[in-house]
């Protein structure tokens, strides 16, 4: 039987003061459910409204990358520096810690091998198992443009549906193939049609005009790293893009494959989070890397 409130204090429940109902931070998820949001608050930093994601899903289609040979060894060291890891449910069971508290966005999509038409993915992971792996988003690639566009765009719309069912964020990630032009038309274009179908946040290119790209997004967008850039040049495109409206960056080569990585994510950080100049970020690296 539970006990009778015997408590000799006079309740209080303070009329006067109206119950709040805040807004989420985060740029076009304030309708998501609780569980949605709750996962988005891991991804995303709640004080700078950022995230800095460390990609390291390249072997799903073009094997042991350079800097990825080991990840148990090359990228542990980075996790404790991102607030999201972006990777493969096979890296996630065989090699992460489940002690780290990072959000998990799984690679949900793959199929084709650099040797075929990469556009030819499918669906490659179930939902229910990115419940039991307890991700916080799964990533899905969008051709637009490509060979396969339509059947790009019907997997992360079906990822999107599956996603809402339990409460997982589908990120759409826009893919640059060598016969996509990678322009801010482009971009706008592919960033636009997965908002407009679903996706809670996006992956992209940054691009000269890049402002209008975030304008015309309804969502957030994380700009990708691309390929590997002197590092002073990666601190800069990080600043330009968050300073264009970005909600983030998703590197992976450019923290990976720097000389000093661990210092690399940190300046990343510095820039993303602290608003920190690429300048006095890259001298902040180059500090770092000299302690070591």
Known sequence: ??????????????????????????K???????GMKNRLARIFNPKSGKTVMLAFDHGYFQGPTTGLE????????????????????????????ASLTN??????????????ELSNEQIAVDVEDCVRMNVSAMAVQVFIGGEHETQSVHNMTRLVDLGNRVGIPVL????????LTRDVKYIRLATRICAELGAAFVKTYFVP???????????????????????????QMARDAIDQGASGVDMGRNIFQSDAP????????KVVHEGMSARDAFE?????????
């Not at 902040?284 to 070591?292: A, I, P």
Request: glycine share 6%.
């Open 28 to 34: 076009g998820s304030n309708s998501y459910d609780w």
């Open 262 to 269: 661990v210092p690399m994510i940190q300046a990343v950080r």
């Open 209 to 235: 005009e890049f402002e209008t790209v975030t304008a015309s997004c309804p969502v957030p967008i994380v700009i990708a790293g691309g390929k590997k850039l002197p590092e002073l040049d990666a601190l």
């Open 70 to 97: 080991r990840v148990d060894l090359t990228i542990l060291p980075l996790a404790p520096h991102a607030d999201a890891l972006m990777l493969t449910r096979g890296i996630l069971r065989s090699t992460i810690p």
């Open 172 to 179: 759409g990630v826009t893919a640059v193939g060598k016969d």
């Open 103 to 116: 959000a998990m966005v799984m690679r949900a999509s793959g199929g084709p091998s650099i040797l075929k």
């Open 284 to 292: 902040y690296y180059q500090t770092m890397k000299n302690r070591k």
């Open 1 to 26: 039987m539970p006990e009778v409130d015997t408590s000799k204090k006079e309740k209080e429940f303070h009329p006067e003061i109206p119950q709040k109902s805040e807004l989420f931070f985060l």
